[in-house]
């Protein structure tokens, strides 16, 4: 684990094949963190790439030993997982997370640093004029809403990694031993005085994103599950409803009967109702198993990720 005397800033970022984007990364980023006259930090997480990413992190750390840090996976465990490993053995007293795709300019970690300089322990950026497909951006915000009503979570855009957390709030995350999470909006949680600021957004550098449809929406409900049982409960309600209306149409529909005699006219209505209900029971059990499969993964108490090694010039 890290040693005892602080340095001034930790910055942490997961690496998943981003050949591509390094060197432009490691160009951008150093100049800006040296420039801050501050003593620092940087550690990245290679989450099990298969391309070149791993050498030329060897390569930064060679040419950067003192300020560079390297933490291997084994194998791909997620951004948050990739962050999270950092976030255990960070040593600064203010850490900054950042994409390593350079769609979250190094340039504006100063930004972020104004504002935990004015005592805020929780600084999430605003991504301005964001950059992605129209897709990710209508799903982004209807993701934002669902969850601001859920949860008591509010932050304007969950989904911009370029974010400043006191050492405070850093430990708070490394002791929750969180299994499917979203960092931004577990230390949002755990904040004192949270903020935000705006910040630039730049398209993607090199490549495309990791993140395919499944394993946005699997992050999504990590979001909200994580964070909150609001949708069982809203389930039950709905369940409630329907258990009622039904209840209501048995009665209806046995009046009917003893006064009409029985008839085969509204087959296929009772077929509808029918259909209807099955499918509010599937999705109830859907997220039931949602909900478990996280219980039972915590339970289980698996590692949540292996690191391989570490490259580090130990204090
Ligand atoms: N990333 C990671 N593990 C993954 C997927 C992504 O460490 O399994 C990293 C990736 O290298 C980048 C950041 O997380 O630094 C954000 O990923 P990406 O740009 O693909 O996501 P998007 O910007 O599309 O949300
Ligand atoms: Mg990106």
Do not use: W
Request: hydrophobic fraction near 45%.
């Amino acid at each position: 684990m890290s040693s005892n005397d602080p340095i001034q800033l930790s910055v942490v970022i997961p690496v998943y094949n981003e050949e591509g984007n390094l060197p432009t990364l490691f160009s951008r980023l150093y100049p800006v963190l040296d420039a801050l006259g501050r003593s620092y930090e940087v550690i990245f997480t290679n989450d099990g790439s298969a391309d070149r990413s791993s050498v030329l992190l060897a390569e930064q750390h060679a040419a950067r030993p003192d300020v560079t840090r390297v933490i291997e996976f084994n194998a791909n465990y997620g951004q948050h997982m990739a962050v999270m490993a950092a976030l255990e053995r960070v040593r600064g007293e203010v850490v900054v997370t950042l994409d390593a795709d350079l769609q979250n300019p190094p340039e504006e970690i100063p930004v972020l640093l104004e504002k935990t300089d004015a005592g805020f322990d929780c600084v999430g950026g605003v991504r301005q004029a964001r950059q992605d497909s129209m897709f990710r951006r209508y799903v982004s915000k209807f993701i934002n809403f669902v969850r601001g009503r859920m949860t008591s979570i509010r932050m304007t855009d969950q989904g911009c990694m370029l974010r400043a957390y006191s050492r405070n709030v850093v430990d708070g995350i490394v002791r929750s031993g969180a299994v499917n999470t979203f960092i931004p909006a577990l230390a949002y949680n755990l904040a004192r005085r949270p903020t935000e600021v705006p910040v630039k957004h730049e398209e993607r550098h090199a490549g495309t994103s990791n993140y395919s449809l499944y394993s946005l929406i699997r992050l999504n409900f990590d979001l909200i599950t994580y964070f909150t049982t609001a949708p069982l409960q809203i389930f039950t309600i709905v369940s409630m409803l329907c258990s009622a209306g039904s209840l209501l149409l048995v009665v209806v529909l046995g009046v009917r009967r003893i006064v009409h005699g029985s008839d085969a006219d509204g087959v296929f209505t009772l077929f509808a109702i029918l259909f209807f209900l099955i499918s509010v029971c599937m999705v109830g059990i859907g997220l039931i198993g949602e909900y478990m499969g996280r219980t039972y993964q915590v339970v289980r108490n698996r590692a949540r990720y292996h690191v391989s090694h570490i490259l580090e010039v130990k204090p």
